[in-house]
């Protein structure tokens, strides 16, 4: 009964959602004009975005 | 009969309130279902069902994180502040006021004043009996007083002075340059307050002009409110970016103009900068 996921999958998958969420909350903070009608904190979207950036990067380091 | 509402009948069940958003109910529901996609996946050895929970997971717990804390109706604000514009309307009519409001600028909270001076750290607007009276003395203001004699005029509190506290929070007045100013000050009333949806500032000599679209105080300015006041002093957000110009600039500031184009989609306001 093993994680079925290796390091290389978590990375990719941390690359992917940091993806998307930095995209996410660069156009959400740049576009206030219509960002104004989502009710969510952009902010702590952004934090979010920047840990799963972060996240990604230290599995590299690991796998270096 | 009346009947007492604590003493309620036995057979009445006590009713709880559950109040959750349906945005953390989804949140939740993510949660628990990527839970149990990751505990199958380990079971299962299956990695797709690993992917899957692992995404969901994280998608259900991002919801709760995001999630704001309380979000208001925005036509609340213009009720709320209308009743306030009501009353210095009623005070301006029943004085027979006609002149001007000058937005006074306060003295740095940690500059240090003697006690009799001491009111000169608070944030006024002169509202003058005559269009062509001037500002009242240091001393006239530093007392705090509400009605003027020298020359004929009332000290009230500005409306946007909630507003400006929390901008202050944001950027230090004082120590930036009006070009700096206009610069900054729309983006954070776009990005960290959204109450407009657009916002432009640019100075002109002596004269600052102020373009606003998409305010939420737009409705301030209806015909239907019959709010006079509100030329004068201006809606919560441009009394405090007058505010905002007089901290920064050290002198008086005045409404000069305001246009209102249909259904308030577009507001314009010229502020004037007093000189000396």
Same mark, same amino acid.
């Given at each position: 009964m093993n994680f079925p996921l290796s390091l290389s999958d978590i990375s990719l998958w941390f690359a992917v959602t940091a993806?998307?969420?930095?995209?996410?909350?660069?156009?959400?903070?740049?576009?206030?004009e219509y960002s104004a009608q989502f009710m969510i904190d952009?902010?702590?979207?952004?934090?979010?975005a920047l840990g799963c950036g972060l996240a990604f990067l230290f599995t590299v380091l690991i796998r270096i | 009969m009346s009947q007492n509402p604590a003493? &309620?009948? &036995?057979?009445?069940?006590?009713?709880?309130?559950?109040?959750?958003?349906?945005?953390?109910?989804?949140?939740?529901?993510?949660?628990?279902?990527?839970?149990? *996609?990751?505990?199958? *996946?380990?079971y299962a050895s299956s990695q797709i069902l690993a992917f899957i929970g692992l995404g969901v997971t994280f998608w259900g717990a991002l919801f709760l994180f995001i999630t704001p804390v309380r979000y208001v109706e925005s036509s609340?604000?213009?009720?709320?502040a209308a009743s306030m514009y009501s009353t210095i309307d009623r005070i301006i009519s029943d004085f027979k006021y006609a002149g001007k409001g000058y937005y006074v600028p306060p003295y740095p909270q940690e500059a240090y004043l003697p006690e009799h001076l001491k009111g000169l750290k608070d944030t006024i607007v002169f509202i003058a009996a005559q269009k062509n009276d001037t500002m009242p003395s240091i001393e006239e203001t530093a007392q705090g007083k509400f009605l003027l004699t020298n020359p004929k005029g009332i000290l009230i509190v500005p409306p946007g002075l909630g507003l400006l506290n929390q901008i202050k929070k944001k950027i230090p007045a004082t120590k930036i340059k009006l070009n700096e100013l206009c610069e900054v000050l729309p983006r954070i009333i776009l990005e960290d307050f959204n109450i407009a949806k657009d916002l432009t500032?640019?100075?002109e000599a002596d004269r600052v002009k102020l373009t606003i679209h998409g305010s939420l105080y =737009?409705?301030?300015?209806?015909? =239907?409110?019959?709010? &006079?006041?509100?030329?004068?002093?201006g809606c919560p957000l441009t009394s405090a970016i007058a505010c905002t110009l007089a901290i920064t600039t050290g002198k008086a500031v005045t409404i000069q103009k305001t246009i209102?184009?249909?259904?308030?989609? &577009?507001?314009?306001t010229e502020y004037q900068i007093m000189q000396g």
């Open positions: 993806i998307i969420l930095l995209i996410t909350s660069e156009l959400l903070l740049s576009l206030p952009k902010k702590k979207l952004r934090l979010a | 003493e &309620k009948p &036995k057979s009445e069940k006590p009713k709880r309130k559950i109040r959750r958003s349906v945005s953390s109910l989804i949140a939740v529901t993510f949660l628990v279902t990527g839970i149990l *996609a990751l505990i199958l *996946a380990v609340l604000l213009t009720s709320t500032m640019h100075t =737009k409705n301030l300015y209806n015909p =239907k409110n019959k709010l &006079k006041s509100i030329y004068i002093l209102i184009y249909p259904g308030g989609s &577009k507001i314009d």
